[in-house]
């Protein structure tokens, strides 16, 4: 019924009950629940042609608040978003490295407690902390599963861990899929049934939402776009696959392909080592006509196009977001590539355009779906095969 | 209302209205259309321990048929459903071959009329046909947008004309789409939230069953597996795509490196010409030990493994059922590399097992898919983006 209220809001107690179909006493009770717990408020009341007007409910987007959390090796990204998904606050900070979660989880509730400080937010209005991570995930017990960027955090109970680090219940989700969802509230996707997000940081990922739902699976490890075979006699993956898209277009092949050539003295850039700083760097140059450049990106993109055509013939989806870090340093390229992939080999095209943008905000989109997803958790619980911290 | 009825039947009204939270008042009105048509009866009382025992409510299967068809180049399946899914007759005459639907589809509606007079059916329990199609297809207008093996079908209103030709209204659905919720039906896939059927006659597709649900995407084009890009760099496919799984892997793709083998020397096959009787020739022999025809069944089952580890990592499924003609004929073999990829290469193994399985019965699962699609579609339009011929 909240969620009702939110999208369809200014909403009458008569049309909750002509849209849902429960009786008027079971709208009566959740609504003064939901009133007491100052979810809700009352706004004003609705012309009518006639009879008494009706009071009509709306959300009260600031009653409650979210704290989402991007980690990753590069980054780690902080966003506290209310109940309208609107962003309240917002940092970025050095990312894991490689240091474990033993150093990094405290540093995180540290970070956390000083937004929190620095915001001015009511403590009581902070419903909890959704962490978006790297993937595989297991949602139910609260790890990481495989992070090949992380392997330290393999296994380790990172979501018990935050929450008793900083006293809020937390969530873990897999930052496609939080991005996914976060572009969803970012308003990118209004008016498509059926999206993915190609999500590429360290590592590929992919999340889907069906109906404003993220997909989730069997067990909430969906859209591994990074672990599709590109080639099926190629190479045995760290995953146990073989011929990966991991192992052809992840910023850090551009880059190792990028080293070879500066060696052979075709390539006059810059490099520090470091994979996103020189990812970037190559974007640039690529954007600038720098031939080799554009070679090493365009190879990255044709692979991904290969995957992304794959994802479109098996899920049928009417659009693809471009987020995380290398789409925010090169997504005008690999929109240009994936949308020719998708519009002259994709099935979908004798039915449908598939169309492909970049994200309206590529950095902070996961962080700002993993806000979302455990205030959904924590406020719609049987919305969700949730799982949360109760003990917090 | 009608589901709830047949699956959790017998059922009393308080019951339905405990799980469904609909007022009494709604449910009263929603059953007494339901005795009024006769698709539910009443079914005694139910124990009560005090007051008055509750009459019970339970689906009456006899009260409606579904006929279904599917139609491929090898062979035409139809087979008449009741409401429970039961199977009250079947029939396998002769494929499309190079025949188009000017001359097919008029002889399937003399194949329907003989059925239904061969099996004594009342005509007005028939709802309507349903048309399991090799895809893309066009289920909004009716047509099959591009079948490889069926050319002359191409935006053809096979929709249409069948409904025109019987008199029932009809569906079109993708035959792996029809596959998939066929196996629901005939219950091959108990207990399984989320899982795939991968249906290879002519051509590879796949369906996804979502909580009992097919999973449709924005166009009723998903599943596409025949068109997974196995190897990037690949000759381009008919699709348009490059290095497509059905360039690697089909049972023609089998057949055809038979003959070369032949031809060798090395394969002392008697081989037809006819696709479907020498791939069961080849399959048959694999399973006898011969050496080359192993080999050669192999290479298809590993270029398929590839693909169905991409779609579990992609939609993280619990189970995968192989249906179609081409697994009836071979699927033990299929059934081992499939389950020895996805046991070491699925990502999701690091969370759960992915279990493979031939259909209980391949041959027939399009056919009583669509029937049950028909059903849906006509008795619960609301529960389906359903679009019928409701001219015929």
Redesign the interface.
Known sequence: MLDLIRSAGPISRVEVAET????QA?ISTVVRELLDDGLVVEAGRAESTGGKPRVRLEINPASRLGIGVNLSLESITYVVANLAGTIVGRQRVAGAGSDGPISVVPRMAADIASLIERLGLDRDAIVGIGLAAPG?I?RERGTI??APALPDWNGFPVRSALSTATGYPCTLDNDADAAALGEYWLGATEG???YASIYMGTGIG?GIV?DGTIY??????????G???????GPVCT?????CLEL?ATPARVVEAAVLRAAEGELSLSLTGDVATDFATIATAAAHGDAVATELIESSA??LA??V???A??????LIVLAGSAFAAAGAVYVRYLSDALR?????R???PVEVRASVNGYDAAAIGAATLVMQDRLSPRSLRAVTMTSA
Chains 1, 2 share one sequence.
């Open positions: 849902t179909g429960l009786t079971t595989p297991d599963t495989m498509h049934s059926v992919s069906i989730r699976g069997a067990s909430s490890n969906v859209g591994e776009l672990h599709l075979t590109v080639d099926a006699t995953c146990g696959n073989r011929g052809y044709q692979y290969a995957a055509v794959s994802l013939n098996l899920f049928d989806v009417e002259t080999r994709a099935l979908a004798l039915t449908h």
